[in-house]
């Protein structure tokens, strides 16, 4: 595997959620789950730091995932704390629903993904982002943002949207520049134990009301603190005030077979078709062994953070609105181009 620089391990922690997603593919049938023993996490953790170590792989981020980790604070802390130990850099994704539950460490976060796909109750409610009747709250949302961002001054609030049959005619870019965030991932719904998926106009009706790079582009990244330390350590330096792309764009072709994923028993696991396939378990194989159970595509591992996927998906919303010509056969590219 020729994977340079940064890994990025999704660790689906657990199954248990709040919410009830009608799209919800976090299922693993129920098995034990390895975060409630200290000792297995310290297992697993210790397992995948070693393997990419030992390739000269320094920067390594474990990405905590459910189901919602969030529920369950105290585990997820020994989680956080073993991957801190293993020097790990920790990411959490979340439901949002219980963001404050995070705060007493958010020191040791370095990003946050938020999944919202609707800032409608009513659509929350057909999606299935519910929990007794109770769907999300755009200004608790924004001042459990504003608490993170106190607690940890340089964490990054990353956003994501699954889009499907039910939220595709919303706009969400004009509330969502008001949280100021630093990446907003657009997904679509793929199709999963007999569900279609979303349609293509249903998609690209989503880019087309929602690509505005413009009113993202309004977050100036913050300069690096300290850029000598940041070239040192061999990490990208942002630009102070130049603008950043904040919206991406995964469609289902990029979302297979292209993640790191750990299953809650502690298993490397792909989603290729529609099942998962497993490996044996972190707490007992290696980390390689394990890796030859499994089918992955490093190659669109690598290419997960390149952009060109989005500029791939906005072009095709291009043509299917007729946006932009696309008949290139008017073009001769033999014609000399004089000055004038
Ligand atoms: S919030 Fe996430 S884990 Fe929970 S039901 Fe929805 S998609 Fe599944």
Not at 310 to 339: G, I, R
Request: aromatic letters at 12%.
């Amino acid at each position: 595997m020729n994977i340079k620089k940064f890994v990025v391990i999704n660790w689906h922690i657990t199954e248990a959620c709040n919410y009830h997603c009608e799209f919800c593919f976090a299922k693993w049938n129920k098995p034990v789950e390895i975060w409630s023993n200290p000792d297995n996490v310290q297992k697993v953790l210790s397992n995948i730091s070693q393997h990419f170590r030992s390739q000269g792989i320094f920067r390594i981020r474990l990405n905590i995932v459910g189901g919602e980790p969030i529920m369950s604070p105290e585990r997820l802390w020994n989680v956080v704390e073993a991957a801190y130990n293993n020097e790990m850099e920790i990411s959490i994704i979340t439901n949002g629903s219980h963001l404050e539950n995070i705060r007493p460490f958010a020191h040791l976060i370095s990003q946050v993904g938020i999944s919202i796909d609707s800032l409608d109750h009513e659509t929350n409610m057909k999606i299935g982002r519910e929990c007794g009747g109770k769907t999300i709250c755009f200004d608790a949302l924004r001042q459990k943002i504003e608490d993170l961002r106190k607690a940890n001054p340089d964490i990054k609030i990353k956003l994501n949207t699954v889009v499907s049959k039910h939220n595709f005619n919303e706009v969400l870019v004009e509330r969502f520049a008001e949280l100021h965030i630093d990446k907003w991932k657009i997904l679509r719904q793929r199709p999963f134990n007999g569900n279609s998926g979303v349609s293509d106009y249903q998609f690209y009706a989503f880019l087309r009301n929602n690509f505005n790079e413009n009113l993202m582009q309004a977050n100036v990244p913050k300069p690096h603190k300290d850029l000598l330390a940041a070239f040192i350590a061999c990490e990208d330096i942002e630009k102070p005030n130049e603008p950043q792309q904040v919206i991406f764009v995964e469609d289902n072709d990029a979302m297979t077979e292209s993640y790191l994923m750990v299953s809650p028993n502690g298993r490397l696991f792909q989603n290729g078709s529609d099942e998962y396939t497993y490996s044996r378990p972190l707490t007992e194989v290696s980390f390689a062994n394990a890796l030859s159970d499994i089918k992955f595509d490093s190659k669109k591992f690598e290419s997960r953070y390149a952009s060109w996927p989005t500029q791939n998906a906005v072009n095709e919303m291009e043509y299917f609105f007729h946006l932009v010509e696309d008949n290139y056969d008017d073009f001769d590219c033999f014609t000399e181009l004089s000055d004038d």
